[in-house]
């Protein structure tokens, strides 16, 4: 097969178009003809990644128009993508996979695609089938219609979260536009506000562990100089100050268990805000870390993953602490709970629960023996997360979503 992907961007700068880069580079080693396109690169391309591009004066004013709609609260108005890049090469494809939406590809694009191909796109967030939030926080107007949004301020000036949800939901409407869930929790998500007439699959994301060449603890220990008798609390995020992750529900249940004396490993960018919070207990900054080996070892370093996030569909941080034998306890959210699975995989506690999180971090810092969950944790990511698991059901989902255009 001849595969389209389209992302943001590529390498890990996001969750979506890591994704999409590690599934070009697994259907390519299946034997499958892949492009991945790249809205805004942000490292050295891959040889089956192109740039697409705002080139000459009328796509670079397009372009423009769509930044200053989506200042003004509007989705991608205007499908410059498909205008001036996409529509001159899709003939050489058999389908077109995106991978985003939020404030990188208008929805119109996938509609002018739909008409002449198939169109796939994976629901890594909310946002293609809300009024554009990523992370609707408990409001529930998307089942109907948006409007009088709680978020307007955040998503622009003014509040078009009740056509912007038309727009997305015109996606819907065709039946050569497909949808994939990551996670079952997004599937019934975007099941109460869409009326797919095309397929609308479950496929988890797959996770490669070969980058990381993940080692024991007490070897990654070893090689980052970190204490090989101390309990060692891993909070890691892209951005430490973003609010949706619950950085401060983390923080404050180190704070509370400080008379503990664990040792906690900030990993993603930090900020002198949040230091401060931890001021009087043992810590350690890494930055954001991209290299997969480096991240790797300071996950396995780690006794647990803190991850207490607000939202969220399939979280990859997870998957790399488990894949790293390193249990996770988290709020019980989204997507979260097929993960994280109480006395298999790690602990859940309710979201926002502020004391419940910090009695279950005392617990885990006083027990004995939480390498069996972590030992559980790595199986889980091994079997059911596997690349070729993952592989092999997009395959199935293209030729069947192409065997009717063939018959």
Request: hydrophobic share 40%; proline share 5%.
């Amino acid at each position: 097969m001849k595969v389209a992907l389209v992302s943001k961007t590529n390498g890990s700068f996001g969750g979506a178009s890591f994704f999409a880069e590690n599934l070009g580079k697994w259907l390519g080693e299946a034997g499958h003809e892949v492009s991945q396109f790249c809205v805004e690169p942000r490292r050295e391309l891959r040889p089956y990644q192109k740039p697409l591009r705002a080139s000459g004066l009328a796509a670079r004013f397009v372009r423009h128009a769509n930044w200053r709609a989506r200042q003004l609260g509007m989705v991608e108005p205007f499908p410059w993508e498909y205008w001036f890049g996409l529509r001159k090469t899709m003939t050489k494809f058999d389908l077109v996979h995106f991978h985003d939406l939020y404030m990188a590809i208008s929805p119109r694009t996938l509609q002018s695609i739909a008409r002449h191909k198939p169109v796939v796109l994976t629901l890594h967030d909310t946002s293609a089938f809300t009024g554009g939030c990523i992370n609707p926080q408990g409001c529930r107007q998307f089942e109907l219609q948006c409007g009088n949004c709680p978020q307007k301020f955040a998503l622009g000036k003014f509040d078009f979260t009740r056509s912007n949800l038309r727009q997305v939901r015109r996606l819907a409407h065709s039946s050569n536009v497909n949808f994939v869930s990551p996670s079952r929790w997004i599937r019934t998500e975007a099941g109460r506000s869409l009326r797919w007439k095309g397929r609308a699959e479950h496929i988890p994301n797959g996770f490669d562990q070969r980058a990381y060449r993940f080692q024991s603890r007490a070897k990654a220990r070893e090689l980052l100089g970190l204490p090989a008798g101390k309990r060692i609390v891993a909070i890691a995020s892209a951005a430490l100050e973003n609010k949706l992750k619950g950085i401060r529900f983390a923080l404050d249940a180190i704070v509370a268990n400080r008379d503990l004396d664990p040792l906690t490993i900030l990993i993603g960018q930090s900020s002198p805000a949040v230091e401060s919070i931890l001021k009087g207990t043992a810590f350690q900054t890494t930055g954001f870390v991209e290299d997969r080996y480096e991240l790797g070892l300071h996950f396995a370093a780690a006794d647990v993953l803190l991850y207490p996030s607000l939202g969220d569909n399939l979280p990859v941080t997870i998957q790399e602490a488990m894949a790293a034998g390193t249990p996770v306890l988290a709020f019980s959210v989204g997507g979260v709970p097929e993960l994280v699975r109480p006395g298999e995989t790690g602990w859940l506690v309710p979201a926002g629960d502020q004391a419940a999180l910090n009695r279950q971090l005392r617990e885990i810092l006083q027990a004995e023996n939480i390498g069996v969950l972590g030992e559980q944790a790595r199986n889980v990511i091994a079997e059911e997360f596997s690349v070729n698991r993952c592989v092999e059901r997009h395959v199935r989902l293209y030729r069947e979503i192409l065997r009717p255009a063939e018959a």
